[in-house]
T-cell receptor, first 113, second 117 residues
């Protein structure tokens, strides 16, 4: 069974600064996908960034980037130039080709003005 | 709106009643997933369905909970004889077929918040 661990229940960052959210996972699979989802206070979950395990290059989406360390089973999210709209709960998720995703317990990020 | 549609958004039930939550997947998606989120907690997988088939129900409680995704119409999560502990947000997500460029990615609905009095 896959497990996803987010060790930081809450984090805060000043507007315009950089913050890194941690995520580790455990699996015996070799091919899989990793995701970071964002759940703003409005509650609809949206995708932030995805990474295919077979790709060595770290994914980047504008101000969001990941540090994917396959051997260490680590998948951290870096948010640069933090904005007030980044305040949300962030979930790390793992998915295999078989379908379902397993989520971590989330990190509540607060961006302070 | 071609996104994942869930209804009702809010549902209040008394203990012992039945709750039915509906989910229409994104157009073109044939995979539906139900997750439960308790207050201030993460998403817990409940069930994964394709049309007319339950693929994985390992997260479903053994009693009172059932799910279906018929050939026609939305997927339905049914909770019989609700108890206060069933109070939670229930999220539906859909995904495209495996092998597509977005494989593995979940597209979420806005959730259905169930309150059991």
């Amino acid at each position: 069974a896959q497990t996803v661990t987010q060790s930081q229940p809450e984090m805060s960052v000043q507007e315009a600064e950089t913050v890194t959210l941690s995520c580790t996972y455990d699996t015996s699979e070799n091919n899989y996908y990793l995701f970071w989802y964002k759940q703003p206070p409005s509650r609809q979950m949206i995708l932030v960034i995805r990474q295919e395990a077979y790709k060595q290059q770290n994914a980047t989406e504008n101000r969001f980037s990941v540090n994917f360390q396959k051997a260490a089973k680590s998948f951290s999210l870096k948010i640069s130039d933090s904005q007030l709209g980044d305040t949300a709960m962030y979930f790390c998720a793992f998915a295999t080709h078989a379908g379902k995703s397993t989520f971590g317990d989330g990190t509540t990020l607060t961006v302070k003005p | 709106n071609a996104g994942v549609m869930q209804n009702p958004r809010h549902l209040v039930r008394r203990r012992g009643q039945e709750a039915r939550l509906r989910c229409s997947p994104m157009k073109g998606h044939s995979h539906v997933y139900w997750y439960r989120q308790l207050p201030e907690e993460g998403l817990k997988f409940m069930v994964y369905l394709q049309k007319e088939n339950i693929i994985d129900e390992s997260g479903m409680p053994k009693e009172r909970f059932s799910a279906e995704f018929p050939k026609e119409g939305p997927s339905i999560l049914r909770i019989q004889q609700v108890v206060r502990g069933d109070s939670a947000a229930y999220f539906c997500a859909s995904s495209p077929s495996l092998g597509t460029v977005n494989a593995g990615e979940l597209f979420f609905g806005e959730g259905s918040r169930l309150t059991v009095l």
